[in-house]
């Protein structure tokens, strides 16, 4: 179970997208993949001013025993990162869908919103069989 | 069984109850599972096992067929050095629960093996001047191309730029290094001794990841890594400093010149020559590539006793976790001699490392000084440690016959790496006494005035 | 194993030296005269100042904190952890092997190199292979070095091939030797039995597949019993076979890699021919190939001219060079001394002695726990935690609770397709009594989850230290210790 709000978005990579004002998202992982991936001890993101293009990797997350990459859910342009995640990347375990977020990003391509899951596909996708 | 071997525990009546408890009649009844058509008919043609007494007279026998730096003063450097290794180093890595442990995988009966590391990699922060250090890699010339590796891949360029003043075997690693990962390598000329600047600054550009010297050089010249620093900064590519860990004890660090990532081999401090090894890499960066090092780390922490305990930590990174996507295939080190680096660097201590690097570099001023009194032109034109180059009058391999005729081991001749010919590379460490300098220079005397 | 817990710094005292060196013979000399200021150091590196004794002492009480095979049974899968003869530690320190500079003319070091030049043709006959180079200093190395001669091999064939198929049981070195390789990785999955399965294998191999790296018997254990036919479809397509040999330890003298189909092969010799782990390395990974790929073999190579031998570069299609010098040559000595030591026979014996004592070992445990192939094992075997899973303790508990008992435990949670993964490697330098203890604690620790599962869960108890907080080591790491120098004394910080 979720405390995700009903506008989330979600990509089959586990990673969720807020929409903010204008062309602008905020991106994070799912309670789901935090916990798959366990205590996090680093995250690396990409800073701002980056591109990021769908479907490729924009950064990793690591935990003690794994380093997942983080795979950009939409195309766009870096406009804030959380700092916060260097000293505390725990946060993303214990809030991944408030403080732990990852990165904001300007779309450069709304449509892509489309082939993204809503709350309800995504749990179907996550109890179909992971 | 037909023969007994000591390390071969099982009586026949052994194998008959543990075939019985298997329900099986012979121990062919355990090879089933392998095709016949693959089955060996006869045994391994390999030559019929000797006895312990006779094989040690036998190792003994091969042994002495090599000319070893007990009675031959050797004067070759060029990458391993013949150091003084103080005797406690041999019996602490003899210990077995040392020598026969297996990677630290269960910190709760591996601490005396983590401290050991942990304690190993601050004496290598401390000599470069950097932050962190890993456990070990291979050697110094593979060292050289993993940094060179990782400045591929966080700068995200195509392209490094190696000094011809590098050791010719890390630069043929390299070399072999890149083409597997697909990136190139450019060298630097020399200008007499060192790496020429201007050529740097010109091949200097965007494109370029890192910049990588030697320091000493392969030369023995000391190159400026202030003025090498300046210039790889005008194109924010990194500083890659592969350097000697017994010179780091009276040469200013490369952390400390701006050194990005400093690489090596710790030889010279408690690893035998061995012909060449194993010796013992090391790996020492700035904290901003903290989690981008190869290989394996010790990290402190503690229990839940709040007791302070040391484990293998960063292992996401490493490749029985990252898999393909590991950025280096290391698994094993070389764990046993960066524990005897440790306890020759505990040994020397702060002031000893000091006192035999001064050693090193008096002797070798001594020598060159005797040759060019008695004649004999050295090419380095910038200040040298404890190697340097002699310009003969015959090729180095007359010469090196003739030291051979003397009992002495000559130098490293620069013709098939570099073209120079006639052109020797000598390094005199502390274990050269006068008598055998002032041989040395006898016998170089004696081949002029044949 | 004893309290202990001081690093050398903090029994460090300002003016103790551990060593004694010569006054210098010849003239002094000031740096400022010779170097430039700003090349000489400012700061002296914080290395430790201590005596003679309190270095011993230090060290001793570490070691005293260690366990080796020496110590104890330590059935660590995949590692071979046999027993490190000690003469082949007493012949590696030889002065004539140990004191020797690899750039002496070749005349100098004739029995250094009729040693490798022997080793190369023993480790060739071993493994049925044509040409053996030792120069790769471990199994992960050898690795890379035989894909790099794969990938030279179709370069110069002028075949493109991207592929290096791994199964997906495969130790984690062999997709990372491929990708530094510069190829990429394919998966094959395995079948019920844990082998390979020959379908899945046919619909991935096509023109694109440069080789197929395996392990056989594979990381289960398991003899792959079709292996004939996999060689057969890989190199119908092309493809070169690529043999891990960090399994070596089940097939001495019963049958090669050659024989089997395989191209390439490399040896761990820090896990087949004892030579010791060291906590770690140094290690050894000669490769060995077939006709075909000796010219891509690293130079400089060790050859025979005449009654001499020599080193020759000479080969312009080889690879180039992998290691410094000639590979780790006290290594090699040590392995060389090993092979003298067994002969023929004894080798066979090892393998005979590993597969008899892993199966054994085996029958006594599977009713305990899971066991997922009930194929006959080769030298050593994998058990599934999964039972006592569902009773809420995991392979990593029970691991924990074995150093209670005095055991390093067996390999966990590799291979990754089985799963709360226990992996067993007695060897066969172990006696039965010492199977049959260790066996005997296994099976206790299965009553204790039942009964007292506590004891497992929290455990080790006896040990120097119990479990340690890896999240916080990777969180915060602290690698190094700090110095902070006040006056006389030196004090800590961290």
Redesign the interface.
Known sequence: MTNATASLLYSKEHEWVLQLDGNRVRIGISHFAQKQLG?I??VETPEVDDEVTVEESMGTI???KAVSEIYAPVSGTVVCVNEDLNDN??TINEQPYDAGWLVEVELSNPEELKSLLNEAEYQAYIEGGE | ???T?R????TKQ??E???K??HMSS?D???????K????EG????????P?PL??K?????????????N?P?F?G???Y?H?I?S?V???I???????????Y????????L?????F???V???TGM???N??M?????SLAEAASLAISSTRRAKVLVSKAVHP?SR??L???A????YTVEEVNLVDDVTDLRGLKEQMDKSIAAVIVQYPNFFGS?E???EIKKIADTQGALLIVSANPLA??????PG??GADIVVGDMQPLGI?????????GYFAVHKKF?RKVPG??????????G?????L??Q?R?????????S??????????A?ASS?C????????????A??N???A??LAKCLQKAGFIIINQS?FFNEFVVELPRSVKEV?SKL?EAEI?GG?DLESDYGFDNQMLIAVT?QR??EE?DQFVKVLEEVVND | ?IEY?E???EI?RQ?????S??E??????D?NT???K?????V???????S?LQ??R??????????????GF?P?GS?T?????K?N?????????????????AE?????L??LYNLQE?LA??TGMDSVTLQP?????G??TG??MV?AYFEQKGEKRTKVLVPDSA???N????????F??VTIPSNENGLVDLEELKQHVDQNTAALMLTNPNTLGL?E?E??EIAKVVHEAGGLLYYDGANANA??????PG??GFDIVHLNL?KTF?T????????AGPVGVKKQLIPYLPVPRIEKDGEKYVLNSNHPLS?????????????LVRAY?Y????????????S??A???A??LR??LEPYFDAPYS??C?HEFVLSGSRQKKLGVRTLDM??RL?DFGY??PTIY?PLNVEECLMIEPT?????ETMDAFADVMIKIAKEVEENPEIVLEA?HT?????????????Q?????IIEETDQKVTVK?
């Open positions: 205590d001890v680093f690591e935990s003690v990347p725990q | 069984m037909t023969n071997f390390y071969l525990p099982d052994d194998q109850e543990m075939l408890f298997l121990i009844d355990l090879f089933e599972d392998i095709p058509e693959i089955r060996l045994e391994l043609n390999i030559p019929e096992a000797v312990e094989l040690l036998k190792m003994q026998q091969l042994a002495s067929k090599n000319k070893n730096a007990n031959y050797t070759l060029a990458g391993t013949d003084y103080p406690v041999n019996h602490m003899s210990r077995s629960e040392f020598y026969t442990a297996y990677t630290p269960q910190p709760e009966i591996s601490q005396g093996e401290q050991a590391i942990f304690e990699q601050t004496m922060c401390e000599l932050d962190v250090a456990s070990s291979y050697d110094g010339f593979t075997e043929s690693i070399n072999t290094v083409r597997g990962q697909e000391i400026d890594l202030a780091l004890a009276l040469l200013q660090s400390k010149l035998p020559m061995a012909f060449g090894g194993p010796h013992c903290m394996r780390i010790v990290g402190q922490t503690t229990d839940e006793q007791k302070r305990g040391f484990v930590t960063l996401a490493e490749q029985h976790i990252r898999r393909d996507k590991a280096s295939n290391i698994c094993s080190n070389q764990a046993l001699n524990l306890i660097m505990s040994a020397l201590g702060k002031q000893g490392i000091r006192q035999m001064q050693l570099i008096e002797k001023d001594y200040p090196n051979l081991i490293f502390e006494t006068k300098i | 194993m817990n690093l050398i710094f460090s003016g103790r030296m551990g060593s060196l010569p210098s013979d010849v003239e002094s000399i740096l010779k170097y430039p700003h090349l000489i150091r400012d002296p590196a914080e290395l430790p100042e201590v003679e270095l011993v230090h060290y001793t009480a570490l070691s005293n904190r260690n366990h080796g095979i020496d110590n330590y660590l590692c952890m046999k027993y490190n003869p003469i530690e007493d012949v590696a320190r030889f002065d004539g092997f140990s004191r020797i500079h690899p750039y002496q003319p100098t070091v004739q029995g250094a009729e040693l023993e006959e071993i200093s471990a199994g992960a190395q690795e890379w894909l790099m990938k130790h984690g070195t997709p990372a030797s491929a990708t530094v390789a510069g990429k990785t003899f019993k292996i004939l097939i001495l003298g019963k049958t090669t024989h089997m820090h004892t010791p782990h060291g906590g770690g390395g140094p290690g690879i180039g060079r992998v290691k410094g010098y000639y590979g780790n040559f006290g290594i001394t092979i003298r030591t067994m002969g023929p026979v004894g080798l066979r014996q090892v005979e002695g597969v008899l004592h199966n054994y029958k006594k194929q006959v080769k691991a924990k150093l390093h435990p590799f066969e330098t172990e006696s039965k080790p040990t120097v230290i119990g479990r340690l907080d890896e999240v916080q080591a990777a969180r790491p602290i690698l190094r210790y961290s």
